[in-house]
């Protein structure tokens, strides 16, 4: 008999149960609902656990396959990313030979430079020779003097300060080069961390340089913006694909008549957030177009020149990842100005600090060197 229902009976009864055989069918009767009711809860229980557990290897799997998900999107920016950085990398190289070439003229004069002093060192151990062994001081004097000026001393005084000193600036402009290829090119952490905004703009322009200073006259008004939490990286990407866009606007609208444009880019703090806004005075976008700029693969431009996924993939850097907001204003014939608002303050907290002192002094100088 099922033990509850014995336990009921014995109580209910007091261990002293009727005879009858009615009762004795009852009980039966009973028993066999009791046991049913059993299975019945078993069977319940075991399905129950069946679905949980399925529920719990769905639940793992849908991680899984989100975690794979946002794997594949920071693989597919990187790649964009890249791509965009190889582009330029024609430009880039370009812009590394122009002080390389200097610092090796530079460098070939010191040479000869050198080679001439060697030889004045060696002229002067003759003529301490000639000194001691008493020859007349007058005509050796007039020796020295000959010889310095066949060398041109006071041309070497001069110049041979400035040969170092440009040497030394050729190579300090490779290396910020090489540091903003290296800054653009970095993937980002999963973690936002704390980031300056003029710094990556700035080395997004020495990356972008190629691009725009054949067209474009640049003008830099980079305000005292506080650090903040945000994928620097990411945001160096949007950059570049804003300021690549400005420059081939500018380009598109003077190429006719040769003139040059003006890219103008600034920052300042608003409130809860850091605006930057990149000028053009380029071609525009005409009306019709302006719905569809930032739809995935959307190009007005030639093969090779662009693919249409930057203004996508910068929108939703902007937005997605960083609940910011990307506008952009624009007239036909006229100009365009793109505006991103990142704010002060991520998800987790994290707030914007002040900028510091070697902060702000780390943005890069633009040395000029040549075309
Ligand atoms: N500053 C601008 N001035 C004029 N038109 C612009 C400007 N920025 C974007 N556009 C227009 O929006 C389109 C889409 O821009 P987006 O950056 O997404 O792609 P792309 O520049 O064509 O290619 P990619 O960035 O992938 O190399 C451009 O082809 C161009 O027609
Ligand atoms: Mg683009």
Same mark, same amino acid.
């Given at each position: 008999m099922h033990k509850l229902l014995e336990?009921?009976?014995?109580? +209910? +009864?007091?261990?002293?149960?009727p005879k009858t055989e009615a009762f004795e069918r009852f009980v039966q009767a009973l028993d066999t609902v +009791?046991?049913?009711?059993?299975?019945?809860?078993?069977?319940?229980?075991?399905?129950?656990?069946?679905?949980?557990?399925?529920?719990?290897?769905?639940?793992?799997?849908?991680?899984?396959?989100?975690?794979?998900?946002?794997?594949?999107?920071?693989?597919?920016r990187q790649a964009e990313k890249l791509r965009a950085v190889g582009q330029l990398a024609a430009g880039v190289a370009h812009e590394i030979n122009t002080p390389m070439q200097f610092v090796g003229d530079n460098v070939h004069f010191l040479k000869s430079a050198c080679g001439d002093?060697?030889?004045?060192?060696?002229?002067?151990?003759?003529?301490?020779?000639?000194?001691?062994?008493?020859?007349?001081?007058?005509?050796?004097?007039?020796?020295?003097?000959?010889?310095?000026?066949?060398?041109?001393?006071?041309?070497?005084?001069?110049?041979?300060?400035?040969?170092?000193?440009? #040497?030394?600036?050729?190579?300090a402009r490779v290396v910020e080069i090489v540091t903003a290829m290296k800054d653009l090119g970095r993937s980002d952490q999963r973690a936002m961390v704390l980031a300056d905004l003029n710094r990556g703009l700035n080395s997004t322009l020495i990356v972008a340089r190629s691009e725009y200073k054949h067209v474009a006259d640049l003008e830099l008004d980079l305000g005292d913006v506080p650090l903040i939490p945000c994928h620097a990286g990411e945001l160096n990407q949007v950059f570049l694909n804003l300021i690549v866009n400005a420059a081939h606007a500018v380009g598109a609208r003077h190429a006719e008549s040769g003139g040059r444009g003006k890219i103008r880019i600034s920052t300042r703090?608003?409130?809860?957030?850091?605006?930057?806004?990149?000028?053009?005075?380029?071609?525009?976008?005409?009306?019709?177009?302006?719905?569809?700029?930032?739809?995935?693969? +959307?190009?007005?431009?030639?093969?090779?020149?662009?693919?249409?996924?930057?203004?996508?993939?910068?929108?939703?850097?902007?937005?997605?990842?960083?609940?910011?907001?990307? #506008?952009?204003?624009?007239?036909?014939?006229?100009?365009? #100005?793109?505006?991103?608002?990142?704010?002060l303050r991520c998800d987790d907290g994290t707030h914007a600090v002040a900028i510091t002192e070697s902060g702000a002094d780390a943005a890069p100088q633009y040395p000029s060197f040549g075309p």
């Open positions: 336990r009921q009976l014995a109580g +209910f +009864f007091n261990a002293d149960p +009791f046991q049913q009711r059993e299975s019945y809860q078993q069977q319940i229980e075991r399905s129950l656990e069946a679905a949980s557990h399925e529920l719990l290897e769905q639940n793992e799997r849908h991680r899984r396959d989100i975690a794979a998900i946002q794997q594949l999107e920071i693989e597919l002093l060697l030889q004045l060192g060696i002229h002067l151990m003759v003529l301490c020779d000639q000194i001691d062994a008493g020859e007349d001081p007058h005509a050796i004097a007039a020796g020295a003097r000959k010889l310095a000026e066949e060398m041109d001393i006071n041309y070497l005084l001069e110049e041979l300060p400035k040969a170092f000193t440009r #040497t030394s600036e050729g190579v703090a608003d409130r809860d957030h850091v605006v930057i806004d990149v000028a053009d005075d380029g071609c525009g976008i005409p009306q019709e177009k302006q719905a569809r700029i930032f739809e995935p693969f +959307f190009t007005t431009k030639p093969v090779g020149q662009g693919t249409g996924q930057g203004l996508a993939i910068a929108r939703a850097i902007v937005v997605d990842k960083h609940k910011g907001t990307m #506008t952009f204003e624009s007239k036909a014939g006229e100009g365009t #100005t793109f505006r991103v608002r990142i704010p």
